[in-house]
Nanobody, 125 residues
């Protein structure tokens, strides 16, 4: 069992930055690929970024490439999402997720084993 707790959300002006954190409890954090999804008001939840169990591989949604960076610290059981050059369209609830795999990078909700509660990010224009 893995519990995920996100933090770091808030209100920021367009062009600003935020860093989200997701702390994982439970064992074997390093066996999980970690994923960030987001859900904007009135829209479906969508994939944002994923990082492999050892941090060696990452994949991003086209809409965030070059602006958002996913990273992890296995010693701290924490995954991060550094968000720069934020746009109003980045406004959403951001969810941390975990998938127990070392062989592929999950990008779909159906591949997720554990979810966090989410943290709100609001970007004002």
């Amino acid at each position: 069992q893995v519990q995920l707790v996100e933090s770091g959300g808030g209100l920021v002006q367009a062009g600003g930055s935020l860093r989200l954190s997701c702390a994982a409890s439970g064992r074997l954090f390093s066996t999980y690929a970690m994923v960030w999804f987001r859900q904007a008001p009135g829209k479906e939840r969508e994939f944002v970024a994923v990082i492999s169990w050892n941090g060696a591989r990452t994949t991003y949604a086209d809409s965030v490439k070059g602006r958002l960076t996913i990273s992890r610290d296995n010693a701290k059981n924490t995954v991060y999402l550094q968000m720069n050059s934020l746009k109003p369209e980045d406004t959403a609830v951001y969810y941390c997720a975990a998938t127990q795999t070392r062989s592929y990078l999950p990008t779909m909700q159906s591949q997720v084993h554990y979810w966090g509660q989410g943290t709100q990010v609001t970007v004002s224009s």
